[in-house]
C-alpha cells in the first residue's frame, strides 16, 4: 500500500470531487449523502468534539443555545449535535445550512426535533443580519479556493457570538492509507470511496493551515487525524490586534 500512496507533500488542490460536480449521477449523490453518517462517526471526531468544546459551552449557558452548521450536506452532523445535546438535557437549536439545493433537498427530508435545514450561503446569513451562538462546519474548509475561505472565515467572525470551529481532514499519509482500505467495501456503490480520498489529498497540515489562517484564527491538530481552525470574539478582543488588546497596550504604552 505504501508504494501506491500518491505524492502527499503538498496539497493536491487541481483534483475535483466527484459530488461537487452539478451533473454528478443523483443517486450516488444521494448514497453519498447516506452513507456520511457511519463515514463521519468514524473519521471525524465530532463525538470528541463535542464533549471537549461544544458541551461545556452549551452547558455554562442560561439560555438555549443556538448553533449554525455552514456547508451541512446531508444533515448527519446538525442531527447527531442535536441528538447529543438532547440526551445531555441540554438546550440546543442547529440550524444546518447548505447552497446546494440537493444537499438541502436530502436533507430536510430527514426532520430532526431541534434542528432547522435552509438553503443558504454564509453570505446569505450575513446579509439578513444573523448571528448565533457557535458557527461549525465539517470538511468545507478543503473545498474552498483562497477568495471562498476568507470569505467565509470573514462570515463566520460576523456570524458567531461564541465560538467558530471549522474542523477538518489533516492529510497524512496514515490518513490516506487507513482510509484506503477502510472504504474498499463501498467502493462503485457512491463517491464516499474516491471523495474522500480526494478530499485528504485536497486537505491541510497544521502548519500550511496557520500559514494562511486570518489573525487571531487558532490551528489545532486533533485526533483523528484532524485539525482544527477555531475563532473565539472573547479571546480575538483580548490578543494583540483586538480591541481589547489595543487598548491594554495603549495603557501600558
Do not use: K
Not at 117 to 146: C, G, Q
Request: aromatic residues 6%; positive net charge.
Amino acid at each position: 500500500m505504501t508504494s501506491l500512496l500518491p505524492d502527499l507533500r503538498g496539497r493536491a488542490e487541481h483534483l475535483a470531487e466527484l459530488m461537487d460536480d452539478p451533473d454528478c449521477d443523483p443517486a450516488a449523490l444521494r448514497r453519498t449523502y447516506a452513507v456520511f453518517p457511519l463515514v463521519n462517526g468514524l473519521v471525524a471526531g465530532w463525538r470528541r468534539a463535542w464533549t471537549e468544546r461544544l458541551r461545556p459551552l452549551v452547558a455554562s449557558s442560561d439560555a438555549p443555545t443556538t448553533l449554525l452548521d455552514l456547508g451541512s450536506g446531508g444533515g448527519d452532523l446538525a442531527r447527531a449535535l442535536a441528538r447529543w445535546a438532547e440526551r445531555d438535557g441540554l438546550a440546543l437549536h442547529v440550524t444546518a445550512v447548505d447552497p446546494d439545493e440537493r444537499a438541502h433537498d436530502f436533507a430536510s427530508a430527514r426532520p430532526r426535533r431541534g434542528v432547522d435545514y435552509r438553503r443558504a450561503s454564509s453570505a446569505d446569513l450575513v446579509a439578513a443580519d444573523e448571528t448565533f451562538d457557535v458557527v461549525v462546519s465539517n470538511h468545507v474548509l478543503h473545498h474552498l479556493d483562497d477568495a471562498a475561505r476568507t470569505a467565509v472565515l470573514s462570515d463566520s467572525e460576523r456570524l458567531a457570538r461564541r465560538l467558530a470551529l471549522h474542523s477538518d481532514i489533516r492529510r497524512s499519509r496514515a490518513a490516506y492509507a487507513a482510509y484506503a482500505v477502510g472504504t474498499l467495501p463501498l467502493a462503485g456503490s457512491s463517491f464516499v470511496r474516491v471523495d474522500g480520498l480526494r478530499s485528504i489529498r485536497r486537505s491541510w497540515r497544521v502548519d500550511e493551515l496557520r500559514a494562511v489562517a486570518p489573525p487571531r484564527w487558532r490551528v489545532l491538530a486533533r485526533p483523528p487525524m484532524r485539525v482544527w481552525l477555531t475563532w473565539e470574539p472573547l479571546r480575538a478582543s483580548s490578543e494583540p490586534g483586538g480591541v481589547a488588546g489595543r487598548a491594554a497596550a495603549e495603557v501600558a504604552s
